[in-house]
């Protein structure tokens, strides 16, 4: 079962290049790329719904369906695709549709490898995958070539750097179970194991690509970093913990862990101020969110891996609606903030009512899954002191701010963007999307059972 998930996924990718190669304007085809897209979509939730879920694996050659995929594969899928279908509907989508097909695939591929190596190498290929949508042709205006190449080059050689941490951070953890009398080495693999996963990832502070990529990338290309390969670096964040739990049992690495992950969260809400795109303040506002999810994981407790791994799932739907909305505003009304975007909730409703919804869920608002995830957050940094606590309430407080500053001048009035309007298809999808994202809140059982099998397999969790 898990090769016939890779297979569907990589099956969706070839069948959009193909839609992507068409000499002429595909647009006739359209209709039959989102019924693609949705088919893929429910063949894959219907083959993981009704498979057999196994503990969490110790590192080990194959594909193995268990715990994690089964909590994170779903939302993954229902993030990627429907972005794509949202961007089929609402923009002239084409070359980039197979871009985030490809990442899906890999990080389907990743979620239900346990091979250490094998997880390494897919994650640089998301990377490639990420880079192929950097240097596509955006319909975004304002997005400058240049930037793109520059920013293509710095990904590149920040890639490279990362796993080549990883792979020795690897290394170096299969000659510490074998040499355990080197008291010296854990400190260093946790570092090169940090490095190396902020660097993946995009978090603070090793961010140095991520704004530009959100600034330059076209929007699926965006979505292709923010939803697959963060979540599926991640995953790999989370089995190597879980089958080196060694990593976190010095006080010491701890302590220097959840500091870092929390004042880099407050550090992206800072920088989230003076962003004069916003595609811009969403990357920071995503690496905010990244470090309440390292947060959790570096505080080895139950209730911090609880709040994170619900924060992870509920992104990879929250994160892409996100994006896609923010991508039909602003190739609608102009990129920007402030008076460019002032009144689109009158002539977009379905895209300003998305981002809302996104909003909420990326800040942990309720109805959205996210509140839930945030509330166990806060109970684990309450059990840490109040310091933590006030630099989590920080970090979500200036997110908020600059949030609703961007947001307060689509529902101005009276409204200066004149000629727009959204077809009833785009309206449909992107209310759907809202829908299913501000209702998945209301039930905070949705992710317990998942969340909880995977961590019955963790002892080492206080």
Known sequence: MPVSLVGLWFGLTILLLVYASVPKDPGRFRWL????????????????????????????????????????????????????????IGWSARYELPVLAAATTVATAGILSANPLLVVALIEVGA???????????ARPGVQTLLSVATGLKYVV???????????????ANFYTLNQDRVELPRIIAALFATGFGLAAGLMPFYFA?????????????????????????VYLARTLANDPWLLTDSHVTNVLVGAALGGAVLSGVLMFGQRSLNR???FNCTRELGWLAFGMASATRTGWTGALIVLAARCVSQPLLIAAAEVVQLRAGVGTGEKLRGVARALPAATAAWAVGVFATLG??????????ESLFRTASGLGPLPVALLAASGALALWQLAKVTAPMIALPPVTAGLAERAPQIAAMGCAAVLVGLAG?????????VDLLLAGLPFLR
């Open 442 to 450: 209301l039930g905070p059982k949705l992710f317990e059972g998942p």
């Open 365 to 374: 608002l309720p109805p959205t899954t996210n509140f839930w995830g945030l």
């Open 281 to 283: 303040v969403l990357a």
């Open 158 to 172: 920040l890639s490279v750097v990362s796993i080549a941490c990883l792979v020795m951070a690897l290394l170096l």
């Open 210 to 234: 991520l704004p530009d990529i959100f600034d330059a990338a076209p929007a699926l290309g965006t979505v292709a970093l923010a939803g697959p390969l963060q979540c599926l670096a991640f």
């Open 128 to 138: 490639l995958a990420v880079l192929a949508g950097l240097l596509l042709p955006t």
């Open 33 to 88: 790329a989102v019924l693609a897209v949705a088919s893929a979509l429910v063949a894959a939730l219907a083959l993981a719904w009704g498979a057999n879920v196994e503990p969490l694996p110790r590192w080990r050659g194959g594909l193995v369906f268990d715990s994690l995929a089964h909590l994170l594969l779903p939302p993954l899928w229902a993030g990627a695709g429907g972005a794509m279908i949202v961007a089929l």
